[in-house]
């Protein structure tokens, strides 16, 4: 609550009042007359502000309101991969999103310049090992045994590694352990190569197959050895 207080205009019209009555009933044209004039004025404003006096009342403050901090905006959440329509290639793509992430997370954090790139190279030929299978399910069944131990194991290996490698100590256990992963990484590196590759097998005997055949057509035809569209 606050007091507020209210002045009266009464007296101040009182005294506008007497000077206007005093012209009207009384000379002033002489120094004495104004003196008399402004003595009356001011009976009648000090007589009005005992009649009328100034009235104060009490007034409700208006709430202060504390100022209300900007709303935080909602975190971005990760858009979710669109489901292909297949609960197992959904599944892989998946797994295939992690294990890029750790691979990369592998390579930044160990710094042998040989390993990151070994690195790099199971990332990439993982993230084709997948995709292949993606574009063609009936290819599943063979990356099974990869999804299962061989991408697994590696991803342990790795983290085994990053871990001997982190504490800066060299012993027996240390080192012997870190040279027995070095050396197995050439070989994971020729293994996930060599099964990209069979993922096409099927694919390369069918080309080979249509080469063959369109060889005989073009033989029976008289058009072997000629360039299609050639005099």
């Known amino acids: 609550m606050a007091y507020v207080k209210k002045r009266s205009v009464l007296p101040v019209y009182l005294l506008g009042g007497t000077w206007l009555v005093w012209s009207l009933f009384f000379p002033l044209y002489r120094p004495v007359h104004y003196i008399m004039a402004a003595l009356a004025s001011l009976a009648v404003y000090y007589i009005g502000k005992i009649l009328f006096p100034d009235r104060g009342y009490e007034v409700r403050e208006a709430a202060q309101t504390e100022p209300q901090p900007e709303p935080r905006p909602a975190p ?3 858009a979710k991969p669109k ?3 297949n609960p197992e290639i959904d599944a892989l793509l998946v797994e295939r999103d992690r294990a ?4 990369r997370r ?3 954090s160990i710094k042998d310049e040989k390993i990151s790139r070994q690195i790099t190279h199971l990332e990439t030929t993982t993230g084709k090992i997948i995709d292949t299978v993606a574009a063609s399910p009936s290819k599943l069944p063979q990356i099974r045994k990869f999804m299962n131990y061989y991408l697994p194991t590696t991803l ?3 983290n085994a590694y990053d871990r001997m490698d982190s504490t800066g100590v060299s012993g027996a256990n240390i080192d012997g352990t870190k040279g027995k992963v070095e050396d197995m990484l050439d070989t994971i590196c020729t293994a996930f190569t060599r099964l990209l ?3 096409y097998g099927q694919e ?3 080309i080979s197959a249509d080469i063959k055949v369109m060889e005989q057509m073009l033989a029976q035809e008289g058009l072997g050895g000629m360039t299609l569209g050639g005099s």
Do not use: I, P, R, Y
């Open 76 to 78: 971005k959440q990760e």
């Open 83 to 85: 489901s292909t329509g």
């Open 100 to 103: 890029v992430s750790e691979m």
């Open 106 to 108: 592998l390579n930044d």
């Open 156 to 158: 342990k290996l790795l």
């Open 197 to 199: 590759d069979d993922l």
């Open 204 to 206: 390369a005997m069918d």
